[in-house]
């Protein structure tokens, strides 16, 4: 019995050491507190809310700020970015991306789609959202993120498939974006997720890679054209308007010279008709006032003339007698 005794000494170990039984149990209850007293408050951010949910169910929505809670698991905490820009990529994902729903696993699948005239062009876009309502974000459907993330390219190929290759790759990128925004979010609203859809922007849009070439002459072809088409349309405005222009002239000319030939041909008509009456009156008067007249508007055409009888011989003395009539300086 001694034995035994020495063997197993009465009391616990820490008894030997100087330690209570009493004072072991207050270490897990220590433990206990400082872990309640830090897990019984919470941090929400200026970008953020905060969704509360006690024993697994929906309690309230936190504002930014400082805030308690019951602690122990009793309450959990999940911040939702409600005041953030959040954004989907497709068929491409930029480094560095904090939502794992940003991008895909397999972007080529993504860009890779057929136009309404059955023709294969890649196209990368982004989806840039908010959170409107939190509580619907996290409770109304399962993986939220993700069911956008489904929607928007279910979207994005259904127009696509509604237009040609050339509207996709050209001058339809404008229009694909606004069409697209509008019937995403009302599948949002339908949906009833509390996202709000803000933009969709399409980024690169080419043909595959393996026409891409082949693509880029076409295009440089078509831009050659236009420029011709362009150089023409100038030179044809501006030759054709002097064309009309100067035939304008010449027939405003035309016109002026004949009404001007008209009324001279009238004004004669009428000139003649009167001198015939005179004529008719007195034709010797009217004869040698018509002599006289003539011969005063011819005479002074003429300039310098001798007259002289046809039956003169010596007429060479005559020659100088318009010199020797001309006036002469008197010598100072």
């Known amino acids: 019995m001694k034995k035994i005794i020495d063997v197993f000494p009465a ?3 820490g008894h030997m050491r100087g330690v209570s039984p009493r004072s072991l149990l207050f270490i897990p209850i220590l433990i206990l507190c400082v872990v309640g007293v ?29 805030h308690f809670k019951i602690p122990f698991f009793v309450d959990k905490v999940t911040i939702v970015p ?3 820009q ?7 994902l930029t480094d560095g991306a904090t939502n794992e729903y940003q991008g895909s696993k397999e972007p080529d699948l993504e860009r890779d789609m057929v136009s309404g005239d059955l023709n294969a062009a890649e196209v990368e876009w982004v989806v840039q959202y908010g959170i409107s309502d939190p509580k619907l974000y996290l409770f109304h459907a399962r993986e939220a993120a993700s069911t956008l993330r489904d929607v928007s ?8 498939g509604d237009r040609t290759v050339d509207e996709v790759l050209t001058y339809g990128r404008t229009d694909i974006e606004t069409d697209c925004l509008k019937k995403l979010q009302n599948t949002m609203t339908i949906f009833n997720m509390g996202i709000r859809i803000e933009q969709i922007q399409l980024k690169n849009v080419h043909p595959p890679r393996p026409v891409q ?29 002097k064309a009309r222009g100067l035939a304008e002239q010449l027939v405003s000319a035309a016109e002026g010279y004949a009404l001007q030939r008209t009324n001279q041909a009238e004004g004669d008509v009428a000139r003649f008709r009167e001198l015939l009456i005179q004529y008719e009156k007195a034709p010797a008067i009217t004869k040698q006032r018509l002599y006289l007249e003539t011969m005063n508007e011819v005479l002074p055409k003429l300039g310098s003339k001798i007259i002289i009888d046809e039956d003169a011989k010596q007429f060479l003395p005559l020659m100088n007698l318009q010199q020797s009539q001309a006036p002469t300086r008197e010598k100072p």
């Not at 959040?86 to 491409?92: A, T």
């Open 82 to 84: 409600t005041r953030r």
């Open 11 to 13: 009391g616990p170990p």
């Open 153 to 160: 390219e279910s979207v994005m190929c259904e127009i696509i």
């Open 86 to 92: 959040l954004k989907l990529e497709f068929g491409f």
């Open 38 to 66: 830090f897990s019984s408050y919470y941090t929400v951010n200026t970008e953020s809310s905060a969704i509360v949910q006690r024993l697994g169910r929906y309690h309230m929505t936190a504002e930014p700020g400082l």
């Open 213 to 241: 070439n082949s693509f880029d002459e076409v295009n440089r072809a078509q831009q050659e054209r236009e420029e011709k088409i362009n150089i023409a349309n100038g030179e044809n405005n501006k030759v054709i308007p």
